[in-house]
């Protein structure tokens, strides 16, 4: 026979099996770890994917610039000189994109050329030229030309590219282009520089 005491007894231990139930359970955890996690390690993949892309830019252009000054050094590209192989400042940028157009873009607010001969090495510059001597400034273009020399000559080819940055991630720390009011950088500067004398072709 169940007595009042009995019927308590039973509710309460139901109740105990329910509570110990439901501390184990562990459903949704999962998900719940998942979501806290994932957009922290989704920022820090892409943000090691776009170094590699960036890295992998960077080769691209230093390549061109070693490979079109090759041809300035032996001759194949001239300028000026009354020969085949003379080109123009378009047509010297049309070659120069052609070796860069599987990554990068020929746009001419992202690619900049400057092509100049020297009396001397010690006259070639080292650093990149910025607006307002800035460390991180924008990039100076006043002085860029096209204006290679001939047999024996010392040259400089230079390639500048603005790559945009696209992970906030990383922005603060890769971009060496950044705006004078401190707002969020975008940009990082690729250089490809190649100095040499041109043979006597």
């Given amino acids: 026979m169940m007595t009042a005491s009995t019927g308590r007894k039973g509710v309460f231990r139901r109740l105990g099996l329910k509570g110990r139930t439901f501390r184990r359970s562990d459903e949704g955890a999962v998900a719940i770890e998942f979501a806290m996690l994932a957009i922290p390690f989704f920022m820090l993949l892409f943000a090691i994917i776009e170094s590699c892309i960036a890295y992998a830019a960077e080769q691209v252009l230093d390549n061109a610039v070693d490979d079109i000054g090759r041809q300035l050094r032996t001759g194949q590209i001239t300028a ?23 990554m990068l873009s020929c ?95």
């Fill in 80 to 102: 000026g000189a009354n020969l085949p192989t003379d080109m123009n400042a378009a047509e010297f940028r049309e070659a120069f994109c052609e070796r860069i157009e599987i």
């Fill in 107 to 201: 746009d001419t607010d992202k690619l900049y050329l400057d092509i100049r001969s020297f009396s001397n090495f010690s006259n070639i510059p080292v650093g990149i030229p910025r607006e307002d001597n800035r460390a991180y400034g924008d990039l100076d273009t006043a002085n860029f030309g096209y204006a290679p020399g001939g047999a024996g000559s010392i040259n400089m080819v230079r390639a500048f590219y603005r790559w945009p940055i696209i992970t906030d991630l990383i922005r603060p720390y890769i971009t060496n282009i950044r705006p004078e009011d401190g707002s969020m950088p975008t940009d990082y500067l690729i250089v490809g520089t190649s100095a040499f004398q041109n043979e006597a072709y």
